[in-house]
């Protein structure tokens, strides 16, 4: 969950870490702090956001943390880095250490003195037991002892050398000439370098400014390649916008085309099932939902779709499916541990991913990436959008595959599904309409979202949205289902969304409209049919397209409705109180 970064070089480590930690804070911003070897180690760590630093050292190695925390309360003694009794060894940590009490009680039974409340401090503690004159064989003995998740980076005052692992956390190293760079996510060192070799599971990393040498956790030494990042620096930048969710909102037109030229231009698909199951976490599995519906229209088998930290926890059953396995990072920790159980029964398995190389990767027997780019706002917006992509695609394409679409119908669907693109640049020119409904909504405390069929998930996708980033609590049901309880909540003018595309639900939404307004429901509707304007009390008009497709203009139309709404509240919009852009732990 938290960000993590490493450097040796010949560069101003303290600038080089800030840096670095900016492009990382959407991570967490619980607090932050830094590590440098000077003449000695000195560290800086607060409370708070990465401006609360003052770093008045510098040195050419160092390393750095933003914390989303998870044990020990948001405070300066619970920031990292961590170090050890003498002083001398600095860690940070991005997981949790599930046997971090019964380590911290033998260190302590030892004479090792704590000064946090957290899992990771017992690393450095353990790092300092084994520490004979030599980081390396001390950093291997220590993490040996661990169990849990973790990305972890290790310095010595007495060593000019970096120690990292990575296990179920993500962990990147930054190749430069006669410098080094390590980072939870690859945007942190982009400015400087755009060549990485990505760590997998059970791997550790010793990095001079010179060299990286890779092993497993016995220390058998691995060889890597270094790949090339095709983002530039300014990919992970504002580019002009005031927020980067408002800017990742509007790169949607161009991350859906890249991703589907990337998926034609592959063409790598080609599998044998039956059913299949669907496994993801938060906006993931909206689009998840949403793919249900699209992959039962054109494939005529069941889909079932379960939450990641629920799906592990099923009883086995007498069973054979395709699970698919969606995780805008690649790192999502109940994603990842459902697909490692899914790849022990022998499932086969699909990873849809939009980092190159992450975790689930290793899980899954072929991987569909999204090319939506970096995304740096919490919220996710493009991410989305180019997940429907995908399954939109790997439905089509396996409908045409197993001959249960003409090759006319198949071009006419892929066709519509290329034209989602500018679709979606038209629900841009509805801007000033959305805002005016944001003006509505801002007044609000409480507010439902609905929709039937495809459109439910999107439904549940902008309430997700709405409570994100302008913390309105916000519902999303099935519109049939507010009559069975929900309707009892409806008071005098509550914001209701109602998402009405010109498909066969379309009787019974205008049904469920006149239902809520007539218990003095705020209607806002979302639809291409302007006769829908005599039945709410604000209409906000979408593209008209295939309505099997109307998933993507009505979810970015929420998202801006969502941006606008939470800007005109004055929230924090790209690092909302409590989230985390990528969630590493279970």
């Known amino acids: 969950m938290c960000g993590i970064v490493g450097y040796i070089g010949f560069r101003s480590a303290r600038e080089v870490l800030l840096n670095s930690l900016k492009k990382l804070e959407y991570r967490g911003y619980d607090s932050a702090g830094v590590a440098i070897i000077s003449e000695e180690l000195k560290i800086e760590k607060k409370k708070g956001y990465i401006d609360n630093l003052k770093i008045d050292f ?106 990292a692992a990575k296990k179920d956390s993500p962990l990147v190293v930054g190749i430069g000439d006669h410098e080094k760079f390590l980072a939870s996510d690859i945007p942190a060192f982009l400015s400087y370098t755009n060549r990485v070799m990505i760590l997998k599971d059970g791997e550790v990393c010793e990095v001079t400014e010179d060299m990286v040498n890779v092993y497993d956790f016995s220390g058998k030494k691995i060889e890597k390649k270094i790949e090339k990042i095709n983002w530039s620096a300014e990919d992970a930048e504002k580019g002009g916008y005031e927020h980067f969710m408002l800017k990742e909102i509007y790169e949607q037109p161009r991350a859906i085309d890249d991703t589907l030229h990337s998926l034609i231009s592959r063409n790598e698909i080609g599998m044998d099932f039956e059913k299949i199951v669907i496994v993801a976490c938060g906006t993931s599995y909206h689009a998840g939902l949403t793919g249900k519906y699209v992959l039962e229209n054109l494939l005529h088998i069941p889909v079932e779709v379960y939450y990641g930290s629920e ?5 086995e059953v007498n069973d054979s499916y395709l699970a698919i396995f969606i995780t805008q990072s690649g790192e999502t920790a109940d ?44 919220a996710a917006t493009k991410t989305f959008t180019t997940q429907l992509t995908t399954l939109y695609y790997f439905a089509i394409n ?54 039937r069929g495809l459109n439910y998930p999107i439904a549940l996708e902008g309430a997700l949205k709405m409570k994100e980033i302008s913390y309105i609590h916000a519902e999303g049901y099935p519109a049939g289902e507010l009559k069975h309880g929900p309707i009892a909540l409806i008071s005098n003018g509550m914001p209701v969304i109602a ?22 429901a705020y209607v806002i509707a979302l639809s291409p049919n302007e006769d829908v304007e005599k039945y709410v009390d604000f209409l906000i008009r979408v593209p008209k397209t295939d309505p099997l497709f109307s998933p993507f203009v009505n979810a970015v139309a929420l998202q801006l409705l969502s941006y606008h709404t939470a800007k005109l509240l004055g929230r924090e919009i790209d690092k909302p109180k409590n989230l985390a852009k990528s969630v590493t732990v279970e």
């Open 58 to 163: 510098d040195g050419s190695v160092g390393i750095g943390h933003t914390r989303w925390a998870t044990h020990g309360i948001p405070d300066d003694r619970n920031a990292h880095p961590f170090t050890d009794c003498s002083g001398k060894i600095a860690i940070v940590h991005n997981g949790i250490i599930e046997n971090y009490m019964e380590l911290k009680e033998k260190l302590i039974e030892e004479g090792h003195q704590f000064k946090s409340d957290t899992d990771s401090e017992v690393i450095a503690h353990l790092i300092e037991k084994y520490y004979q004159g030599n980081l390396k064989d001390a950093f291997f003995k220590a993490i040996s002892h661990l169990r849990g998740s973790f990305a972890i980076v290790a310095i010595h005052a007495d060593e000019r050398k970096i120690m």
């Open 311 to 315: 799906y592990r926890y099923r009883a």
């Open 335 to 378: 994603t990842l541990a459902a697909a490692k159980r899914a790849k022990e029964i022998g499932f086969p398995s699909l990873g849809i991913t939009n980092v190159v190389g992450s975790s689930i990767t290793n899980y899954v027997d072929h991987v569909l990436y999204t090319y939506a780019g970096p995304e740096i706002g919490v």
């Open 398 to 451: 396996s409908a045409m595959n197993r001959g249960l679409i003409s090759k006319t119908k198949y071009r006419e669907l892929m066709n519509t599904l290329r034209e989602m693109a500018h679709a979606v640049e038209e629900v841009f020119e509805e801007e000033e309409k959305i805002i005016e409904a944001s003006k509505i909504i801002a007044e609000k405390e409480h507010m439902f979202y609905i929709g």
């Open 499 to 520: 998402l009405v595309p010109e498909d066969s639900t379309y009787e019974k939404m205008l049904s469920n409209v006149k239902e809520v307004s007539a218990r003095n």
